[in-house]
């Protein structure tokens, strides 16, 4: 998947890695697509609640071998 930004949160326990992209996104255009590498065992439940929360797109979130690959869009402003 096309990215215009990525974070690599890997080895950061929550709420790590759900901060360093909230900050990140806070830096990036509407619309542009952050990737986020994480190896937090939650990763998957706090991404899919801070999309619900804040209104960024989740959109996709898989799993390869113990590390979690996030794509968010960035909200319009």
Known sequence: MKFDVELDA??????????????????????QV?????????????FTDFCKQTGNDLLSATQQDDEFVFYLRRRQI
């Not at 890997?10 to 619309?31: A, D, E, W």
Request: net charge positive; glycine share 6%.
């Open 10 to 31: 890997r080895k950061l326990s929550c709420p790590l890695p759900i901060l360093r992209t909230k900050k990140m996104l806070s830096q990036m255009q509407g619309g």
């Open 34 to 46: 952050l990737k986020v590498v994480a190896t937090d065992k939650k990763s998957p439940d706090d």
